[in-house]
């Protein structure tokens, strides 16, 4: 039996005396008497031959960390032995990972990451340098480990991608990898991390699949949708984290989750950020002035769907064949007696300029139009057609913005119509205004992307963005840009500390070699 480096006694195990230890380095043992007696052992006892590490082995190991717990629980006087707790972190990016992981006392075997600055900011970080491709790594070159955390690629699942799946040419099929991995090594658990819509794809076939090949493994698992907000950590972010045992998942317990309200201003620093340049405070001017112009509004709230101010005057066709299917099929005629962005007319355009002069989103060569688009579209125009008189004078303002800043994202309903007291982000969908609780969904964002504090008129840090991720103790890259998207990839480490400060209550192996590291791939 193993423990990670301490020497402390075991009752006095902190979180971070564990942090930065070497298993091989001093191997702890612990014998029950009628009491628990720690001693570290000495360099003679790691070299006593092999019957006496098995005599040590056959006892029943439990780590007792109950859900929501901070640390890892030390042992108490029923529990006897506990196995040093590895893991390897696969698709490792920044180490959302590792940094939870670390604050358990556990201790990282093996990385894969194949974005060479960011193996190099890992290795700078926690001492360890990831290997690359992991579709590379022979199953060989992996150590036996107790967890196996990955946060596969997420564009294959993601709504902003196409959705291919496991169809996804190279990046659907790594979790195919993870599968070979979990396969030949079997730890004893492992954490899986993912974007929600993984759960529906496909209409839920892929998640089938999913579950399916990780049963078929003999591993018992669970799934759960969890966002930072839910502990008091102000990013809404949405992921599903699937975990799964050999042992039984009777003592899991998902993190208990708090109401608490939080507060963006809590992550913020004084470190300042940049400024807003002239375009974007333009823009975001414009939209507050439509604010305060909405308040004449008979409309008591402002719409609850995303405004699509280049939809107003607009009277193209969008139900039946989009204006595309119409140009395709030689219908153009029955484009040319409506309007098209911002009401212009479509009168005297020529087939290649007719397409331009619609709004970006009708523009797309598709023969009908989703129903959600058909349902913006209508309540846009219907909204336009009851609040002309206050619009009309405002709209010329924003026709020589890109079609990204001339649509507006309202989610603080019933809140001051004051576009400068609320967190802001301008989105491919639109200028997105958002109440001082939460920043949004970090996302592997261009600079552009960056959310903004309105009440300062500048974008967040990379500093405040690594708080939003609860990884505030690791070093970012250098360049903000990088530091942003890296970022916007990361998993929150909070939210996954406590969720395997659970798992690991499950872990009771009778430790032999046969259960645990054990390859099937005769290594
Ligand atoms: C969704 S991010 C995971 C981020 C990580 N969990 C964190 O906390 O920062 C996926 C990461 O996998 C890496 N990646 C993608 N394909 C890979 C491959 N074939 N081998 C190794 N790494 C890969 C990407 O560069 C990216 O950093």
Avoid at 8 to 33: C, F, N
Avoid at 50 to 63: G, L, N, P, W
Avoid at 441 to 470: F, H, K, N
Wanted: charged share 25%.
């Amino acid at each position: 039996m193993w423990f990670a480096m301490s020497k402390k006694p075991v009752d006095q195990r902190g979180a971070e005396s564990l942090q930065h230890s070497s298993v091989l380095a001093v191997r702890l043992t612990i014998m029950v008497k009628s009491a628990v007696q720690v001693r570290l052992a000495t360099r003679d006892d790691m070299l006593r031959p092999h019957s006496d590490a098995q005599a040590h082995r056959s006892i029943t190991a439990t780590i007792p960390a109950a859900a929501g717990t901070n640390q890892l629980a030390a042992p108490t006087s029923s529990t006897t032995v506990v196995d040093p707790v590895t893991f390897i972190d696969l698709f490792a990016g920044l180490g959302g990972f590792h940094v939870a992981l670390d604050k358990l006392g556990a201790t990282c075997v093996f990385a894969a990451e194949w974005e060479p600055d960011l193996q190099a900011l890992y290795e700078k970080n926690f001492g360890i340098r990831p290997e690359g491709d992991i579709t590379k790594v022979n199953l060989s070159a992996i150590p036996p480990h107790t967890i196996l955390c990955a946060g596969f690629p997420c564009q294959p699942f993601s709504k902003s991608g196409k959705q291919l799946g496991f169809e996804h040419t190279e990046q659907g099929e790594l979790f195919f990898n993870v599968i070979d991995i979990l396969r030949a090594l079997r730890p004893q658990c492992f954490i899986l991390e993912n974007v929600p819509n993984l759960l529906k794809h496909d209409d839920g076939r892929t998640f089938a699949r999913i579950e399916r090949e990780l049963r078929g493994l003999g591993y018992n698992i669970r799934h759960e949708k969890l966002s930072p907000h839910q502990f008091t950590i102000p990013q809404i972010r949405e992921r599903v984290y699937i975990v799964g045992t050999l042992g039984d998942m009777s003592r899991f317990a998902w993190p208990k989750t708090s109401d608490e309200p939080t507060s963006i201003k809590t992550i913020l620093g004084d470190d300042g950020g940049k400024a807003l340049p002239p375009r974007v405070l333009e823009a975001l001017h414009v939209w507050g002035e439509f604010l305060e112009r909405s308040k004449q509004s008979e409309d008591r709230e402002l719409p609850s769907f995303p405004i699509w101010g280049m939809e107003f005057g607009a009277t193209y066709p969008y139900k039946g064949p989009t204006p595309w299917q119409l140009v395709r099929t030689g219908r153009i005629k029955e484009l040319r007696s409506t309007k098209g962005t911002l009401g212009h007319p479509l009168r005297n355009l020529g087939t290649s300029d007719i397409l331009s002069a619609l709004p970006s989103h009708a523009r797309r060569e598709q023969t009908e139009f989703p129903k959600w688009k058909q349902t913006f579209i209508r309540q846009n125009r219907e909204f336009y057609a009851r609040n002309r008189e206050w619009i009309d004078p405002w709209l010329p303002k924003i026709q020589d913005f890109p079609s990204s800043f001339q649509k507006l994202e309202w989610n603080a309903h019933g809140e001051e119509r004051d576009i400068w007291q609320y967190v802001i982000q301008v989105r491919a969908s639109g200028v997105r205004v958002k109440r001082q609780t939460t920043a949004p969904s970090l996302i592997a964002m261009t600079d552009t992307q960056v959310p903004i504090i309105g009440w300062e008129q500048r974008y967040m840090t990379p500093a405040e963005c690594a708080r939003l991720q609860s990884l505030e103790s690791i070093a970012m890259p250098e360049s903000p840009s990088k530091a942003f998207k890296a970022l916007g990839n990361a998993v929150n480490s909070e939210v996954v500390r406590r969720i395997v400060a659970s798992l690991l209550a499950t872990i009771e192996t009778k430790s032999t070699p046969s259960t645990r590291g054990r390859r099937d791939d005769g290594h």
